[in-house]
């Protein structure tokens, strides 16, 4: 069956794309009522302050291959996710850039994940040490939104635009990923300082209901490594070497 890919959404790092089926599938639907986009990953890098830096906004410098870096990444931490019981929207990598997404109803909020003190908890925060551990993982809840740089939320601010009950399923389903993470990391010498992640929202059981997956990508635009022998940030050239090749 053949098909073309529509760009309906330019990000600062991936492109959005629909995907049109011909003949028969003109929507992009498919036989469950599922619809299937793209996401395109691009070779730009963050930073903030004209530094690179993934926890920013900012587009500040381009890198040739680090697009196909994130996708590998992407591939590789999302099919484990979901080998492991974890609801995501992925579905496949189809080429070295591309992997095929479900489409979900996106959730207006970074999730945020620290094992480590590090990035804007350091801004916050100046006194506590860089890489200081946390007793225990803390979750942060940022508004997506670039204007107006990601202002962290209360509780009451995050009920807003989830239910309590998806709010402790986003948290458990966290976990979770924070502990596959610990134990693919540990062997490769890595540390997995902090993670942000966003969720939407699919059918479930009828057009009535909805249940909540993982959405976005996994990689080094989301997620900061350091290495555990001298404690240095590690690049997407790093962490692919260490989890993919």
Not at 6 to 19: A, H
Not at 20 to 37: L, T
Not at 111 to 125: D, E, K, P, T, V
Not at 148 to 177: A, G
């Amino acid at each position: 069956m053949c098909f073309k890919k529509v760009k309906i959404y330019s990000g600062k790092t991936k492109d959005l794309l629909k995907v049109i089926y011909s003949p028969g599938n003109k929507n992009g639907k498919f036989a469950d009522g599922d619809r299937r986009y793209i996401l395109h990953f691009k070779d730009n890098i963050l930073g903030r302050n004209n530094i690179p830096d993934s926890g920013g906004n900012e587009i500040v410098g381009v890198a040739r291959g680090k697009g196909v870096a994130s996708c590998a990444l992407t591939a590789f931490f999302m099919g484990v996710f979901k080998k492991n019981g974890i609801p995501t929207h992925f579905i496949k990598k189809i080429n070295r850039r591309d992997i095929l997404i479900r489409v979900a109803d996106k959730i207006p909020i970074e999730f945020i994940l620290r094992n480590y003190a590090y990035g804007s908890y350091l801004r916050r925060h100046p006194s506590v040490k860089p890489l200081s551990p946390f007793r225990r993982p803390v979750i942060e809840y940022t508004l997506k939104s670039d204007e107006s740089d990601d202002p962290l939320m209360s509780l009451k601010e995050t009920l807003r635009y989830v239910s309590r009950q998806e709010l402790e399923e986003i948290k458990s389903i966290i976990r979770r990923i924070n502990r596959l993470l610990l134990a693919l990391c540990r062997p490769r010498g890595v540390m997995p300082a902090d993670f942000k992640v966003e969720f939407g929202r699919v059918p479930f059981e009828g057009k009535k209901k909805s249940r909540v997956v993982l959405i976005d990508d996994f990689s080094t635009d989301t997620a900061r490594f350091f290495s555990l022998k001298d404690k240095r940030l590690l690049d997407y050239k790093d962490v692919l070497e260490k989890f993919v090749i």
